[in-house]
C-alpha cells in the first residue's frame, strides 16, 4: 500500500498501472519479440502492447470516466477529457529488443500525478504532483533529492532535430565549457528524467517541440517539477505549446551553465 501522504488517490493508481506494466516488460525480457513496424524506422514488440493492455486495465478499473493516450493503443475516451491519462509503456524499446535493460514504464495523469519504473532496478519514482518519492523493493519510500554532484548530463540523440541548425545536440557535446564541466551519457530513454530527480543525473536535454503534453515525457516532467527540479525549453523558456525542447537540471547553477552552451556555439 502507498503511504499516507498519497493513499487511494490519482498518485496510488499511477504507482500501480506503473508497477504492473513493469512486471510484464520484466517477465517478457529476453523472448524472441516480432517488431511491429509503426514507420520512419520506430517499431513497437509484443512486449509494449502487452504492457500497455495491462497498464489500461488498472486505469480502467480505478478511474473508468478518465480518457487515456496510449503510445500504442493511442486516444481513448474524449480528446478534449478534463482528466486524461498518458502511457508509454516501454520507454526505450529499442533498447529492449536488443537486450539492453535500460527502459522505463510511463503513466501520468495530465497535470497531476505520474510514476516512472524502471524494471530491472526494481525503483519506481512517483508524485502526487506537489512532493516526490522512490519506491525499492524491501525499502521505505523515500523523497526524491535532485544533485548535481555526479556531473552527468544525459543528451538524447534520436532525431528528429527541429531545432536545427540553431540547436543541435551533437554541439552541446562539443563545447569546450560542456567537456570541461560535465561528463556525457545517452541512454535513449526518459528513465535518465526520473534520475536527475533522483540525483544520479545533473541534467537531460533533448531537442523537440511541445513535450509536455508526450506520453514520453510527460511523467519524467512530472517528476522532476515535484522534486524541485528546474525544468525549461532549450531556449529557458516554459514548455508547452509555444515550447522547444526540454532542459531538466538538479539545481540553478546546472541551469545556467547550460543554457549558456545552448545559446553560444563557441
Not at 502492447?49 to 493503443?73: F, K, M, N, Y
Not at 525544468?231 to 541551469?255: K, M, S, W, Y
Request: net charge negative; charged share 20%.
Amino acid at each position: 500500500m502507498i503511504n499516507s501522504y498519497a493513499s487511494s488517490d490519482d498518485a496510488a493508481v499511477a504507482l500501480a498501472g506503473a508497477q504492473a506494466g513493469a512486471d510484464v516488460v520484466r517477465r517478457m525480457y529476453g523472448r524472441r519479440l516480432n517488431r511491429i513496424d509503426k514507420g520512419a524506422g520506430d517499431f513497437a514488440t509484443a512486449a509494449d502492447v502487452e504492457a500497455e493492455e495491462t497498464i489500461l486495465g488498472v486505469i480502467r478499473a480505478a478511474r473508468p470516466d478518465d480518457a487515456v493516450l496510449g503510445e500504442e493503443s493511442g486516444q481513448q475516451g474524449a480528446g478534449d477529457a478534463v482528466r486524461k491519462w498518458l502511457v508509454d509503456p516501454l520507454c526505450g524499446t529499442l533498447n529492449y529488443a536488443v537486450g539492453n535493460m535500460l527502459v522505463a514504464v510511463n503513466v501520468a495523469l495530465l497535470d497531476g500525478a505520474a510514476a516512472v519504473a524502471d524494471p530491472f532496478s526494481g525503483e519506481v519514482f512517483f508524485t502526487d504532483g506537489e512532493s516526490a518519492w522512490v519506491r525499492r523493493d524491501g525499502a521505505d519510500d523515500a523523497l526524491l533529492a535532485p544533485s548535481s554532484a555526479t556531473r552527468l548530463v544525459d543528451v538524447n540523440l534520436d532525431p528528429p532535430f527541429p531545432s536545427a541548425p540553431g540547436f543541435r545536440a551533437v554541439d552541446l557535446l562539443a563545447h569546450p565549457g560542456f567537456v570541461e564541466r560535465f561528463r556525457p551519457r545517452v541512454v535513449s530513454t526518459t528513465l535518465a528524467l526520473a534520475w536527475v530527480a533522483a540525483g544520479k543525473r545533473a541534467a537531460y536535454v533533448t531537442d523537440g517541440g511541445d513535450l509536455s503534453r508526450s506520453v514520453h515525457f510527460a511523467a519524467g516532467i512530472a517528476l522532476c517539477r515535484a522534486a524541485g527540479c528546474i525544468v525549461t525549453g532549450i531556449d529557458g523558456g516554459p514548455i508547452g505549446e509555444a515550447g522547444r525542447g526540454l532542459v531538466v537540471a538538479a539545481d540553478e547553477e546546472t541551469h545556467r551553465l547550460l543554457m549558456s552552451m545552448t545559446r553560444s556555439r563557441g
